[in-house]
């Protein structure tokens, strides 16, 4: 590049002197903008340059308002203009006339226009409005160009609720003759899709025509949309991997084009898109990755190493090898990529190397064992970067022997970097393997210390919660806990007398909380030294109202002994009349509780323990009050969404004109600020006069039952990682034999020394060190899940659920979730007045099918075991009738019936020796399967049977899978209850040991989430099947809500692991048929404001085509048919037990012309389309 | 996908910006800001890959960039796109420029902004190179024989 500089040196001269010879580095003279830009750079002080845009922004602004100005003129302007805004400033007046401009000009000028609308305006401007008229007449254009412009500028600018009006004659131009067109439509259906998912996902059938276009530009444009479905649901697009791998083949043999190369290799950014869509189709499917063994095998074969992009796809190649089902052959060979990469002299492939390790590691260790010296290497790099994905790297293979030094190096990096995003990140790393792998108190302290002081008050919160939680919980020897709490105090009393002053407030906090809490504990230690120096904390500058307050209430605690009256007065009047009401309490509270002794002992005992704790977080204690206050003509109490909503009117366009346009997607307008009441745990932190972190332990015990959207305890149970102690460990390199004393624990610790290189003797020992732990055991399992550290804070043992209740009662804290899970158990059993009779496992009665399915009887078999029942097993059988499909109103008859039990819900768990003789048409025989999509995929053996009783004769939908790893299988079903969405999750247990302490968490920001049971199991046995349920409540109208979830479980002692799961839900979900009178509906109908009207398609069938089409929609959809006269029909629905929605249908001409009407916003719309799509899909 | 294209000089004075996500100005600027930061403090000789800018989306976005001569090419990308790609992408983007300027420089950059929507329409120059209309595109480039749409410069 150094002629990049001699160039630039030269040409200099020429124009400074503002020689305007023709050529093509110089700048021609002659337009306007050219002596703007030259007169621009002539200038010397920011203000002159000021004044110069200025005036000229007025001459743009005369010239563009003048009536004269040609569409020449016109188009040299808005060139000048554009050039001001990119200056930065403001020429707002000229967007209107660059709309004008895409609409009149010629061709050039259109250019001009569209190039200007799409630099100033952006997706939620409201002049883009005027645009649309314009785009769907160049769409429709002709000329090729102009085509090419509007598709260009609809993928640019377009905002969501603009895509009905332009999305047919983009829909269109999929089958254009010429290909640049097709593959602009197929780019703009791609933002189309992103931006708004469900308007296109009727065309999802033209993509697949895309992906088989003869013209590979289209077919590479159709890979980013497919990359993006098959991300979003892999199972649905299984069948299409058979075309990925031909066109892999065709790509990688050199089939295509000769221009499609790039350095002679062909097509390289296709190949990368194609790997990425095999790694995610393959994942842990062993049928599907078989296909694809091969050409990933020939992709790592063509790709030499020879090219910076072919190495870009050997990297994919890798990555897709390690994401799929396991081959071995093939994961040699991905594995000897990945030693080339990470011994590459290049910097950037180093870089790509470590990251295949981290992302391989926990496959394979072994692998890291092998580049140990490497990495170590890379520990010192100069490269801040490279040094961070070493760290990432090690963090995937700490145990309990290597944190020490890993934690240690990881510190060191913090102290060397400084921005905030690594800090934060860094110190959460730390502060997890700190808690999981902790050798002994002092160190895990003194880690703590220095992730409190490094991560100052960036960190996640929940580091000193969790910190705090462990403190304050104990471990399970009371004089472990009290030797870990000393300890504590001990190191804090030293950093207080040290100097303070820098340390962050979270650190100050957990300091005065943990002084206030256990200061007695030390012996001989002058409680008056420790209030001195809290007193002086007190005092100090800078320090926040929060962490004041944290110092009050530990105060509050050691007002007691000598001298204790006058600090209370002291402090009372310090604070007493500080300007912060928090203050001015804490100091209140602390005098009154100065002055009664016995109030105090009883508020604040010594040595709290947490076991007795239990939080009512319905706040029922306070119906009382809300009665009286109802009662004393209070309104009702609403959630702010709620309030929200009725405050936003809607702003909806209509855009009717346009005829067949798509319903307008109202999700745009939905609140997006409700908190799930879920995520309200509470932490002890924030509130300063509650310090205690509690709340934790009791909560499994509270009865939801009969309580309606309440807080959900499931906000705080997933962190209930809070490890205890288990008993010492001497020191790191015995853990091999505590690890063996541990039983079921395979952890070798040798391997790492039995490769003795030539190297220097430090770095050797520092590998010997990092790399320990790490070994042959893995060899033996892939997945990598046979690692069981020896852990210091460990849980306890899960208390076993045996018959002797007193063991249970004894067992203090951790006995509460196992005794819920018995009560609920037994609970269950008892309310379904089945005889439990203990049974051998073997016998169950087949269920009997009749074939025409319209009603059938199952017999179902349940052996509920518990694993831990003393192997007691029992069975239970059950006799039901199903409902007959088209019963839509004896349906609701039977359900309304239902909706009582629905509370007695309970956990089953299922002995697997049942599934093998499970029938494997259980999803036919589903009569209530309304859900909409029919292309869910099933789970081969999912037991539908294993639906808690009260939900087995309600309508529900197939099952699906969520989410999977190598241990955990979830999957889900759809239960549509009268007054909710009962969402029923399945735990599956696919491997043979018994997974611990199995947390679902479920969040969705549009619908009201509600727990009912089951979403804390203590055990699942190997093979075995849980079944946890939420009820959904949807209050707003949406098309379709995302709801996210975690699962976070113990695969072995302290191995917790999280597997994340998402889903969407679509209104037809919460659409119950409304029960109405012709009367009722004509009275209603009045009522209500909100409507929309859309010509629909009519189907055509034997009948009369209204009846026809009006019973294809109560199919599809819950509707209930109110009464049809002649050509009108008028249809009923509401949302859940909320907001009605009616329909009123007339066949119009060759269409069907409904009117919706209701009183919720955005309803109708919604409705609307899912009739539509119910009927396209017909 | 990519988000953002920046192209700046040692002092990090922006040549040619642009977002394909929308942002407020001073957004926009902070941004320019705090990029060139992280990249300006970089050898030559470390990788040409960094994660971790907080003001545009956090983990899953990295930043990609090459520095030649006085100029930062920076691209910053989603997880969804290969880094060497993007990398090669970048040296495709500058050879192209190369080709349209006879060695292409700073200078070129500034002054010539009426060539083709260069500095006017960065959009136009990247999605020439990747020959698109959006971020992602079929991306048939062949430096040889170029099938793209920036040679034809028309000044406007």
Redesign the interface.
């Known amino acids: ?5 001699e ?2 040196l030269s ?2 001269p020429s ?1 400074l002197s503002l020689d305007s010879q023709p050529g ?2 110089k ?2 003279s002659t ?1 306007k ?2 002596s703007l ?1 030259r007169n621009i ?1 002539e200038l010397t002080s920011k203000h002159e340059e000021e004044k110069l845009i200025k005036r000229e922004l007025a001459a743009l602004k005369e010239q563009v308002s003048s009536p004269n100005t040609t569409m020449k003129q016109m ?2 302007a808005m ?1 000048r203009a ?2 001001c805004e ?1 200056l ?1 400033y403001e020429a707002s007046f000229t967007y209107i006339h660059a709309i004008k401009l895409a609409q009149q000009g010629t061709v050039l000028e259109k250019r ?1 226009g569209y ?1 200007a609308v ?2 100033f305006l ?3 401007h409201d002049l883009l409005l005027l645009l649309v008229n314009t785009v769907l007449k160049d769409l429709q254009s002709s000329n090729l160009i102009e085509v ?1 412009m509007a ?2 500028v609809v ?2 600018v377009f905002p969501k609720d603009m895509i009905p009006a332009i999305l047919p004659v983009v829909e269109e131009k999929l089958t254009h003759p010429k290909e640049i067109i097709r ?2 439509a197929v ?2 259906l ?2 189309f899709y992103l931006i708004a998912p469900n308007q296109v996902q009727h065309i999802h059938a033209k993509f697949r025509k895309a992906l088989c276009d003869k013209d ?3 077919m ?2 159709s890979l ?1 949309i497919y ?1 993006q479905l098959i991300k979003e649901s892999p199972d649905m697009y299984k069948e299409l991997t058979g075309s990925f791998v031909t066109i892999l083949k065709q790509v990688v043999g050199g089939k295509l084009p ?6 002679s290799v062909p ?4 190949q ?1 898109q194609l790997l ?1 869509i095999l790694g995610l189709l393959g994942r842990e499917d062993q049928s599907t990755s078989e296909l694809m063994y091969d050409v990933l095998d020939e992709s790592l074969r063509r790709a030499e190493m020879n090219h ?2 072919t ?2 796809i050997l ?2 190649c890798v990555k897709a090898i390690y994401s799929i089902y396991p081959k071995s052959e093939l994961c040699e060979k991905a594995a000897k990529c990945i030693g080339n990469f990470v011994l590459s002299p290049k ?2 492939l ?3 190397g470590l990251k295949a390790l981290t992302y391989v590691v926990q496959q394979d260790a072994n692998l890291a064992l092998q580049h140990q010296m490497t990495i170590i290497e890379c520990l010192d790099h ?2 801040l ?2 040094k ?1 994905e070493t760290l990432e790297l090690l963090f995937r293979i700490t145990n309990t022997q290597n944190v020490t030094v890993i934690v240690e190096k990881m510190l060191g990096f913090l102290k060397l970097s400084n ?4 800090i934060v ?1 860094l110190v959460g790393k730390v502060a997890e393997l700190a808690e999981k792998y902790a050798p002994d108190n002092e160190w895990f302290i003194q880690t703590m210390n220095e992730v409190f002081s490094f991560g100052g008050d960036m960190m996640q919160p929940d580091i000193p919660n969790s910190f705090l939680r462990l403190l304050a919980e104990g471990c399970e020897s009371a004089e472990e806990s009290r030797q870990l709490r000393l300890y504590a105090v001990d190191s804090y009393l030293a950093v207080l007398q040290k100097d303070s002053a820098h340390l962050p407030q979270r650190f100050l906090q957990i300091i005065s909380w943990v002084l206030g809490e256990y200061s007695h504990l030390k012996e001989g230690l002058d409680v008056q030294e420790v209030r001195q120096l809290l007193m002086k904390l007190l005092d100090r500058k800078g320090v926040t109202t929060e962490t004041r307050c944290w110092v009050l209430s530990s105060l509050m605690k050691l007002c007691e002994g000598p001298g204790a009256d006058e600090m209370a007065q002291e402090l009372v009047e310090r604070w007493g009349s500080s300007l912060d009401p928090l203050l001015r309490q804490q100091a209140q509270e602390l005098l009154c509780l100065s002055l009664d002794k016995d109030l105090r002992t009883r508020t604040l005992p010594l040595a709290t323990t947490w076991d007795g704790l239990e939080v009512d977080s319905s706040l029922s204690f306070l119906d009382g009050f809300v009665a009286e206050a109802l009662a004393a003509g209070a309104a009702p109490y609403k959630p702010p969404h709620q309030r929200q909503q009725e405050q936003c009117q809607e702003k909806a366009l209509s855009l009717e004109p346009y005829g067949l346009s798509l319903p307008v997607s109202l999700s745009s307008c939905s609140l997006t600020d409700r908190q799930s009441p879920t995520l309200l745990s509470m932490s002890s932190g924030q509130s300063g006069n509650s310090t205690e972190p509690s709340n934790k332990a009791g909560s499994s015990k509270l009865n939801l039952e009969g309580v309606k959207r309440v807080w959900g305890k499931e906000g705080y149970l997933p962190h209930r990682e809070v490890p205890e102690e288990s008993a010492p460990v001497e020191e790191a390199s015995s853990a091999v034999q505590s690890s063996s004393q541990q039983g079921g624990a395979s952890d070798k610790s040798s391997m790492a020394h039995t490769e003795p290189v030539e190297q220097d003797k430090e770095k050797q020992q520092l590998a010997s060190s990092l790399f320990v732990g790490l070994g042959s055991h893995n060899a033996t399992s892939l997945m990598g899940k046979s690692e069981t550290p020896s852990q210091r804070f460990r849980r306890k043992p899960r208390t076993q659920v045996s018959t002797s209740s007193s063991v249970t009662s004894e067992k203090s804290d951790s006995s509460h979730s196992s005794r819920s899970t018995v009560d609920s158990f037994l609970y269950g059993s008892l309310l379904e007045e089945e005889p439990v009779l203990p049974q051998p496992n073997t016998s169950h009665t087949p269920r009997v099918t009749t074939a025409n399915g319209s009603s059938e009887t199952k017999t179902q078999s349940f052996i509920p075991t518990n694993g831990t029942f003393e192997g007691e097993e029992a069975e239970e059988e059950e006799e039901e009738p199903t409902q007959t499909e088209n019963d839509i109103t004896s349906v609701t008859a039977h359900r309304t019936k239902q909706g009582s039990l629905i509370m007695n819900s309970d956990m089953v768990i299922v002995q697997p020796t049942m599934w093998s003789d499970q029938p494997k048409d259980w999803s036919q025989d589903d009569s209530g399967d309304l859900l909409s999509s029919g292309s869910d995929t099933h789970m081969e053996t999912s037991p539908l049977l294993l639906l808690p009783a009260d939900l087995r004769d309600l309508p529900h939908s197939n099952i699906n899978t969520l989410a999977a790893d190598q241990s955990l299988l979830l999957s889900s079903c759809h239960v549509y209850r009268d007054d909710a969405l009962v969402l029923v999750i399945f735990l599956s247990n696919s491997g043979e040991t018994p997974i611990q302490e199995i947390a679902v968490q479920l969040n969705c920001e549009q619908l009201e989430v509600a727990s009912l049971r089951g979403n804390v199991i203590d055990t699942l046995d190997g093979l075995g099947t849980s079944v946890c349920r939420y009820t959904l409540v949807m209050d707003g109208a949406h098309t379709q809500v995302e709801m996210t979830g975690t699962v976070s479980y113990q695969a072995g002692p302290g191995h917790t692991q999280t597997l994340p799961f998402s889903s969407k839900l679509s209104l037809a979900d919460f659409i119950r048929p409304l029960v109405i009178t012709t009367e009722e509906y004509g009275k209603l109908w009045l009522s209500f404001s909100h409507d929309v009207k859309q010509n629909l398609k009519l189907l055509k069938g034997d009948r009369d085509p209204l009846v026809t089409t009006l019973d294809a929609l109560k199919e599809t959809l819950q509707l209930h048919i109110v009464d049809i006269i002649g050509s009108e029909g008028i249809v009923a629905c509401r949302l859940l037990q909320g907001a009605p929605c009616l329909l009123h249908c007339r066949i119009h001409g060759d269409s069907l012309a409904v009117w919706l009407r209701s009183s919720l916003p955005g309803l109708p719309d919604c409705v609307l389309y899912y009739c539509q799509k119910a009927l396209l899909e017909h | 996908m990519i988000k953002a294209i920046l192209i700046f000089n040692n002092h990090g004075k922006p040549r040619l910006i642009r977002f394909y996500q ?1 942002f407020a ?1 001073d957004m926009q600027q902070q941004i320019i800001r705090e990029t060139f930061h ?1 990249v300006s403090k ?2 030559d ?10 003001l545009i989306g ?2 899953d976005y990295k930043l990609i960039y090459r520095h ?3 100029l930062y090419f920076v691209f910053c990308v989603d997880s ?1 796109e ?4 993007i ?2 992408l970048i ?2 983007f500058v050879e192209t420029l190369d080709k349209c ?8 950059l ?5 060539k083709g ?1 260069l ?3 960065p ?2 120059a990247v999605s020439a190179v990747k020959n ?3 971020p ?8 040889g ?1 170029i ?1 793209i749409k920036v040679p034809s410069l028309s ?2």
Not at chain 1, 419 to 422: E, G
Not at chain 2, 82 to 85: A, F, K, Q, T
Not at chain 2, 101 to 108: A, Q, S
């Open positions: 590049m150094s002629d990049v500089v160039k630039t040409a200099l124009l093509a580095g700048l021609s337009s903008l050219g830009i750079t188009r040299e060139v554009i050039y990119m930065g001009v190039l799409s630099l952006n997706e939620s090419c598709l260009t993928s640019q593959r602009k780019l703009a791609y933002k590979p530009g289209v590479t444009a980013h990359l000769i221009d499609f190369n790039y350095h097509a390289p950014w296709l990368i990425r910076n992009i190495y870009a990297y994919e910097i950037n180093k870089y790509l100069p490269d970067i490279i961070k921005d905030d995003y690594t990140d | 929308y100005e992280l970089r050898d000789n470390v990788c040409n890959f960094l994660e971790g800018g907080s956090g983990s030649y001569a006085t969804s290969s880094e060497l790609g990398l090669d040296q495709v300027f006879e060695n292409v420089c700073e200078l070129d500034i002054f010539h902004m009426d929507g500095s006017a329409a959009a136009r698109m209309n959006l992602e595109i079929p991306r048939n480039i062949n430096i024989d099938n000044p406007f």
